[in-house]
């Protein structure tokens, strides 16, 4: 079955500048078109529509990036009109192919499937002291002592804190999941503290310990920059959003930057953020559970749109594993990882699903 979806995948990645057509696709493939349709969704979780829809928007990010004209780029991915390209760009990417050409902003990335022999997805690894060294010679004030670097989770902490990875700065993790469970307005209150230590079970003390204390830093000390180190997917974005509506309600003055990269490619793109709106779209969206009204960087209104559709009980991830729900939990957490990359979820957050579902 793997090499029947990468088949499919294949032949859709050498048409996506062709105008897609289902029957084409099958009578490649040798099935019915509803054949095709049903065991792509089956194995890859998403449908070949939606997957062709995302990828050639992504694909379109890179070409903007080049400064190759709008119209030119609707054209070439089948779009009838430059509105039309300009449209669907918005609602995935929640502004205008424009607005990301001038101001090169980060998005969350759509790469191709890809499925080995044994059914596993192709992963990159790029040595992140690479793009580090890349990161010095371009800004290298970032480097110096009056900078905090928070970085997502203790794995990325303890490396970069480890290696001195940015040099003279402070470090701190932030060791928490906000992509689930409830919360509270007013960040890191003992409101805050008590909510989010209920949801993820544990005793509130232990919830200080890990997720409190190792931003002693953020809380007690003065900085003229911080950096931001948040993946693209969900589960980053929600943090990065938590950390961007606390420096709103604590009235920090001083610069913020985003370092936004791939957890399979270490890429990254970085960004110089503007405080101001972060608390209202984490009231609406994490207190509220609406849409933002504020306009956002693409990476994380993608994620905002995939937080919001979790939710929900009859999400993408839920019905994929309800559909497989007789495989092992090991094997389904694996495809789980493998299929939903832009949700970011943990082992213990896909646990929690997949015993809700059965």
Same mark, same amino acid.
Request: aromatic share 12%.
């Given at each position: 079955?793997?090499?029947?979806?990468?088949l499919?995948?294949?032949?859709?990645e050498?048409?996506?500048?062709? #105008?897609?057509?289902?029957?084409e696709?099958?009578?490649?493939m040798?099935?019915?078109?509803?054949?095709? +349709?049903? $065991?792509?969704?089956?194995?890859? &979780?998403?449908? @070949?529509?939606?997957?062709i829809?995302l990828?050639?928007?992504?694909?379109?990010?890179?070409?903007?990036?080049?400064?190759? !004209?709008?119209?030119?780029?609707?054209?070439?991915?089948?779009?009838?009109?430059?509105?039309?390209?300009?449209?669907?760009?918005?609602?995935?990417?929640?502004i205008?192919?424009r607005?990301?050409?001038?101001?090169?902003?980060?998005?969350?990335s759509?790469? !191709?499937?890809?499925?080995?022999?044994?059914g596993?997805?192709?992963?990159?690894n790029?040595?992140? !002291?690479?793009?580090?060294?890349?990161?010095?010679?371009?800004?290298?004030?970032?480097?110096? $002592?009056?900078?905090?670097? @928070?970085l997502?989770?203790?794995?990325?902490?303890?490396?970069?804190k480890?290696?001195? /990875?940015?040099?003279? +700065?402070?470090?701190?993790?932030f060791?928490?999941?906000?992509?689930?469970?409830?919360?509270?307005?007013q960040?890191?209150?003992?409101?805050?503290?008590?909510?989010?230590?209920?949801?993820?079970?544990?005793?509130?003390?232990?919830?200080?310990k !890990?997720?409190?204390?190792?931003?002693?830093?953020?809380?007690?000390?003065?900085?003229?920059?911080? =950096?931001?180190w948040?993946?693209?997917?969900?589960?980053?974005?929600?943090?990065?959003?938590t950390?961007?509506?606390? /420096?709103?309600q604590? &009235?920090?003055? &001083?610069?913020?930057?985003?370092?936004?990269?791939?957890?399979?490619?270490? #890429?990254?793109?970085?960004?110089?953020?503007?405080? &101001?709106?972060?608390?209202s779209?984490?009231?609406?969206?994490?207190i509220?559970?609406? #849409?933002?009204?504020?306009?956002?960087?693409? =990476?994380?209104?993608?994620a905002?749109?995939?937080?919001?559709?979790?939710?929900?009980?009859?999400?993408?991830?839920?019905?994929? @594993? +309800?559909?497989?729900?007789?495989?092992?939990? $090991?094997?389904l957490?694996?495809?789980?990882?493998?299929?939903?990359?832009?949700?970011?979820?943990?082992?213990?957050q896909?646990?929690?699903? @997949?015993? $809700?579902?059965?």
């Amino acid at each position: 079955m793997n090499e029947q979806i990468q088949l499919m995948i294949d032949w859709i990645e050498a048409n996506l500048k062709n #105008k897609f057509s289902l029957d084409e696709l099958s009578n490649y493939m040798g099935y019915s078109p509803y054949y095709c +349709s049903f $065991k792509f969704h089956q194995v890859t &979780g998403i449908s @070949i529509r939606r997957y062709i829809l995302l990828r050639r928007l992504y694909l379109s990010t890179e070409d903007l990036a080049n400064n190759k !004209k709008i119209i030119d780029i609707a054209f070439d991915y089948g779009y009838s009109s430059q509105e039309a390209y300009s449209r669907a760009f918005k609602n995935v990417f929640g502004i205008n192919p424009r607005e990301l050409q001038v101001n090169k902003l980060p998005v969350q990335s759509v790469v !191709k499937l890809t499925i080995t022999k044994n059914g596993e997805w192709y992963k990159m690894n790029i040595s992140k !002291k690479i793009e580090v060294e890349k990161l010095h010679r371009d800004r290298s004030e970032l480097f110096d $002592k009056d900078v905090l670097h @928070i970085l997502n989770g203790q794995v990325m902490y303890e490396e970069f804190k480890n290696n001195r /990875l940015m040099g003279d +700065s402070d470090y701190a993790p932030f060791n928490e999941a906000m992509g689930v469970h409830a919360t509270s307005e007013q960040i890191f209150a003992k409101e805050f503290i008590t909510i989010r230590a209920a949801g993820h079970h544990e005793p509130v003390e232990g919830y200080i310990k !890990k997720v409190i204390a190792p931003l002693a830093n953020l809380f007690n000390k003065e900085y003229e920059c911080i =950096v931001l180190w948040f993946g693209e997917d969900m589960f980053c974005q929600m943090n990065l959003l938590t950390i961007l509506s606390y /420096l709103e309600q604590s &009235g920090y003055e &001083g610069k913020v930057f985003l370092n936004s990269f791939r957890e399979d490619e270490f #890429k990254v793109n970085q960004t110089e953020l503007t405080l &101001g709106h972060y608390y209202s779209v984490y009231k609406e969206v994490m207190i509220n559970h609406t #849409k933002p009204t504020n306009e956002l960087i693409p =990476v994380m209104y993608q994620a905002i749109n995939i937080y919001l559709e979790m939710l929900h009980d009859d999400n993408e991830v839920v019905k994929y @594993i +309800s559909k497989n729900k007789d495989l092992s939990t $090991k094997e389904l957490i694996k495809r789980l990882f493998e299929l939903f990359p832009t949700v970011g979820y943990g082992d213990l957050q896909y646990i929690e699903l @997949i015993n $809700k579902v059965r």
